[in-house]
């Protein structure tokens, strides 16, 4: 059973940065990639960015692209977010997830869910 744990979330104001992490309990051998996903109050999961095995292919949402970049490090089995120039609109909760096979955008193809992390951005 593979485990993910975020970690990262808090309080910051407009404009500011928070970086977020994602633990993965248990190497495996299988290759995999890595996606956040966030969820605001009252409002449906949606994407934010995914990032295949080799860290060289990425995805990214319209509304974060520019201002998040997406990482990992296979060594320590740990993806990160680091996001800048934060709006109240990314306030929510944030998801990492496992998807075996190359990054995607679509939440259903992925086949392990963290517990998530809060952010919230005051204006």
């Known amino acids: 059973q593979v485990q993910l744990a975020e970690s990262g979330g808090g309080l910051v104001q407009a404009g500011g940065s928070l970086r977020l992490s994602c633990a993965k ?13 966030r969820q605001a109050p009252g409002k449906e999961r949606e994407f934010v960015a995914a990032i295949s095995w080799s860290g060289g292919t990425t ?16 060594a320590k089995s740990t993806m990160y977010l ?33 517990q998530g992390t809060q952010v919230t951005v005051s204006s």
């Open 25 to 37: 309990s248990r190497r495996t051998f299988r290759r995999y990639a890595m996606g956040w996903f």
């Open 59 to 74: 995805y990214y949402a319209d509304s974060v692209k520019g201002r998040f970049t997406i990482s990992r490090d296979n």
């Open 82 to 114: 680091q996001m800048n120039s934060l709006k109240p609109e990314d306030t929510a909760v944030y998801y990492c997830a496992v998807h075996w096979g190359d990054p995607v955008r679509n939440g259903h193809e992925y086949d392990y869910w963290g």
